[in-house]
């Protein structure tokens, strides 16, 4: 089983540039998540979904977009990245047990 | 919303002896309460939970306590190995365990 699987895992984007993150999970999960992480702040919330067609606004949304539709993936979007938005990036997905399964992290420059 | 502190940011620790980290958590109906370990260059990984309705578990060199009434919850490990370095972070989740909110983290140095 591979889990969760995040691509790219480096990108160095110009300010201004558009992206996707993408996210796939294979263990059938209904919730997915978007975290971001940055230097003494932990990990917060971005976006998360809680079923295939579904998504909601985290902690901080603000500059990001969302899509699930499939159950098993779930892209994050950067319509014009900013150099605030320099960050590894977590997928996550949960499972009846409520743990959560990480992705090995998208760690993102903008420049 | 809910807040979840976590207390020491750094801890070092020599070989063999034992560390605790401690959280602190805001909303009194959050029901479950996971710790994560994340190794350097990965992602997250869940290492151990404990669940409202219980004070204490334990798995080999880690345990967790749970005290509702004071809201905190403490990691603790035993015999502490090199491989042990990472950071670790605690987090509280109600309405089952859907939207968790993360402590800061501890990195936590484990000298030989």
């Known amino acids: 089983n591979a889990g969760v699987t995040q691509t790219p895992k480096f990108r160095v984007l110009k300010t201004g540039q558009s992206m996707t993150l993408l996210c796939a999970q294979d263990?059938?999960?209904?919730?997915m998540y978007w975290y971001r992480q940055d230097p003494g702040m932990g990990l917060r919330l971005i976006h998360y979904?809680?079923?295939?067609?579904?998504?909601a606004k985290g902690e901080v949304p603000d500059g990001y977009n969302v899509s699930r539709l499939k159950k098993q993936n779930f892209l994050l979007g950067l319509e014009s990245a900013a150099p605030s938005q320099t960050s590894v990036y977590f997928c996550?997905?949960?499972?009846?047990?409520?743990?959560?399964?990480f992705g090995s992290g998208t760690r993102l420059t903008v420049v | 919303g809910e807040n979840v502190e976590q207390h020491p940011s750094t801890l070092s620790v020599q070989e063999g002896d034992s560390a605790v980290i401690k959280c602190t958590y805001s909303?009194?109906?959050?029901?479950?309460f996971p710790w994560y370990k994340q190794e350097l260059g990965k992602g997250p990984q869940l290492i151990i939970d404990?669940?409202?309705?219980?004070g204490e578990k334990k798995d080999q060199r880690i345990a967790v306590t749970l005290n509702k009434t004071a809201k905190h919850f403490s990691l603790h490990i035993t015999e502490t190995q090199p491989e042990d370095s990472a950071v670790y972070f605690c987090?509280?989740?109600?309405?089952?365990?859907?939207?968790?909110?993360f402590g800061a983290g501890t990195r936590l140095f484990v000298k030989a």
């Open positions: 996550a997905s949960m499972g009846q047990n409520y743990g959560y399964t």
């Open positions: 263990m059938n999960h209904e919730y």
């Open positions: 979904s809680v079923g295939e067609g579904t998504t």
């Open positions: 909303d009194s109906a959050s029901n479950y």
């Open positions: 404990i669940r409202s309705n219980v």
């Open positions: 987090a509280a989740s109600l309405g089952g365990g859907f939207k968790t909110i």
